[in-house]
């Protein structure tokens, strides 16, 4: 069974950093198989894809609203997956999930469709 864990989240002062971590357990293949993205949900919102990484990590995406903030990385050795976010922002403050998925290619994507594991969300609550 897949467990994906998220860990990381609090509240912060404005302009503040936070690093975000999800671990996944239960894989039927190797870790670096797999695409990872981070997403975010506020409330009365969408879900909306924040990053992406590829399976070599060669791929990455940022939405435009933390283009330059946050970094996204992985440590294939360790079936995790990192989001450094720095500069926060109120307008930042969501619960944060990572998902998951096989990938056949090295490519990432932030559509909610792409990914079949997530973890149950870390808050993240900026204040301002």
């Known amino acids: 069974q897949v467990q994906v864990v998220e860990s990381g989240g609090g509240l912060v002062q404005a302009g503040g950093s936070l690093r975000l971590s999800c671990t996944i357990s239960g894989l039927a293949f190797p870790f670096d198989d797999y695409r990872m993205a981070w997403f975010r949900q506020a409330p009365g919102k969408e879900r909306e894809g924040v990053s992406c990484?590829?399976?070599?990590?060669?791929?990455?995406y940022y939405t435009n609203s933390v283009k330059g903030r946050f970094t996204i990385s992985r440590d294939n050795a360790k079936n995790t997956v990192y989001l450094q976010m720095n500069s926060l922002q109120p307008e930042d403050t969501a619960m944060y999930y990572c998902?998951?998925?096989?990938?056949?290619?090295?490519?990432?994507?932030?559509?909610?469709?792409?990914?079949?594991?997530w973890g149950q969300g870390t808050q993240v609550t900026v204040s301002s």
């Open positions: 990484i590829s399976r070599s990590g060669g791929t990455i």
């Open positions: 998902a998951a998925d096989w990938a056949s290619l090295d490519y990432c994507s932030v559509s909610l469709n792409s990914y079949n594991y």
